[in-house]
C-alpha cells in the first residue's frame, strides 16, 4: 500500500509541475524559470550530497560528458518546455512529455547501436500515430502553426531526455547519482544564466512576489525535484525500477486534471485518444527493455 500511495503522490507532484510553469509563464520568461528551477534544484541537493560525506575524486570527473548530459537532460529540454507552454496548455505538454521514452528508443537505436526487437518498431509507429492526432486538434484561440510550433518544442525536448538517458548510460556508469544529479543542475544554471543574456531575463519581473508565483515557484523547485525523486527512489528501493516508471502513464492524467480543475483548461476528446496511442507506444517500445532487466535479475539469483 505505501508504495502505491507513493505512485500516487508522485504523480500528483509531476503532473502539477506543468501547472506551475504555465503559472510562472504570466510573470517570467522561459529562461527565468530554468534558472530558478536548476537554483533552488541546486540549493536542495548540494547540502545533502555533503551530508552524505561522499569522497570525490575530482581528477577522474569526466567534466565534459557530465556537463553535456546536463544541458541536455535538465536545461536544454526545461526551457523548451516551459517555450512550449506559451502556445500549448499544461495538459498536452505533459502528454507529449510522456513520448520521452519512446525517444530514449529511438536515439538508441540511431546514436547507441542499440537493437529494436519488431513489437519495438510497432510501438514507435504507434506513438507517431498518437503525436500526429494532436497536431491536427483545432485549438480554441491558437493558430495552427503555433500548436505546430509548441509541439515541435517539446518533442525536441523529449529528443534531448532521450540522448542523454542513452548517453549517461553509456559514459556516466561510474558516476555516483548525487555527481550526476548536481552537474546537471549545475550546467542547466549556467546555460539558463547566459540565455537569460540574451533573452533580457536579467531583471526582477513585477509581480514575481505574488503568493500564487512564490507557492509555484516552491513547488516546482522543492516538491518537483526534492520531495519528488525520494519518492522515486523509493518507490525502485522497495518495489522495482519497471514499478516507479508505472508514474510515466500517470503523470499525463494527473497533468490534465489539473490543468482543468485550477486552470480551467479544455482538452479535446481527440488528445486522449492520442494519449491512449502514445502509451501504447511507449508501453511496446519498452518491452525489450522489461524482458532483459528480467533476465539479468535471474541470472544475478541463480
Given amino acids: 500500500m505505501k508504495l502505491y500511495s507513493a505512485l500516487f503522490v508522485l504523480s500528483l507532484i509531476w503532473g502539477m509541475s506543468f501547472l506551475f510553469i504555465k503559472v510562472l509563464l504570466s510573470v517570467f520568461d ?3 524559470i530554468v534558472f ?7 540549493l536542495t541537493i548540494v547540502p545533502l550530497f555533503l551530508l552524505s560525506k561522499q569522497t570525490v575524486n575530482w581528477r577522474t570527473m569526466p567534466i565534459k560528458k557530465l556537463a553535456l548530459v546536463g544541458v541536455l537532460n535538465a536545461g536544454l529540454p526545461w526551457g523548451l518546455i516551459a517555450w512550449s507552454e506559451t502556445f ?5 505538454t505533459a502528454i507529449l512529455n510522456a513520448t520521452t521514452p519512446i525517444w530514449t528508443t529511438m ?24 503525436i500526429i492526432l494532436l497536431m491536427d486538434i483545432d ?34 556508469q561510474d558516476t555516483t547519482v548525487w555527481i550526476t544529479a ?22 526582477m519581473p513585477d509581480h514575481a512576489f505574488d503568493q500564487k508565483v512564490v507557492l509555484s515557484i516552491i513547488g516546482l523547485g522543492v516538491f518537483g525535484f526534492g520531495l519528488a525523486y525520494l519518492l522515486y527512489y523509493y518507490m525502485i528501493s ?21 490543468g482543468s480543475v485550477l486552470l480551467s483548461e479544455k482538452i479535446h476528446p481527440i ?15 519498452g518491452k525489450k527493455k522489461r524482458i532483459n532487466d528480467t533476465l539479468i535479475k535471474q541470472d544475478q539469483s541463480a
Fill in 30 to 32: 522561459p529562461w527565468q
Fill in 36 to 42: 530558478i528551477r536548476c537554483l533552488l534544484g541546486i
Fill in 88 to 92: 500549448l496548455d499544461s495538459g498536452y
Fill in 107 to 130: 536515439m538508441g537505436v540511431f546514436f547507441f547501436s542499440v537493437r529494436m526487437q519488431w513489437r519495438q518498431w510497432i510501438g514507435v509507429m504507434i506513438g507517431f500515430v498518437g
Fill in 139 to 172: 485549438a480554441p484561440g491558437l493558430a495552427k502553426n503555433q500548436l505546430i510550433l509548441g509541439i515541435v518544442l517539446m518533442l525536441i525536448a523529449t529528443s534531448c531526455y532521450g540522448y542523454s538517458s542513452q548517453y549517461a548510460k553509456k559514459h556516466l
Fill in 182 to 203: 548536481s552537474t546537471t543542475l549545475l550546467a542547466g544554471f549556467l546555460l539558463s544564466a547566459i540565455m537569460m543574456g540574451f533573452t533580457g531575463g536579467w531583471h
Fill in 238 to 258: 522497495a518495489g522495482s525500477a519497471e514499478f516507479a516508471t508505472l508514474v510515466t502513464y500517470l503523470v499525463p492524467v494527473s497533468a490534465v486534471i489539473w
Fill in 271 to 285: 488528445a486522449f485518444l492520442g494519449l491512449i496511442l502514445i502509451f501504447a507506444g511507449v508501453y511496446l517500445t
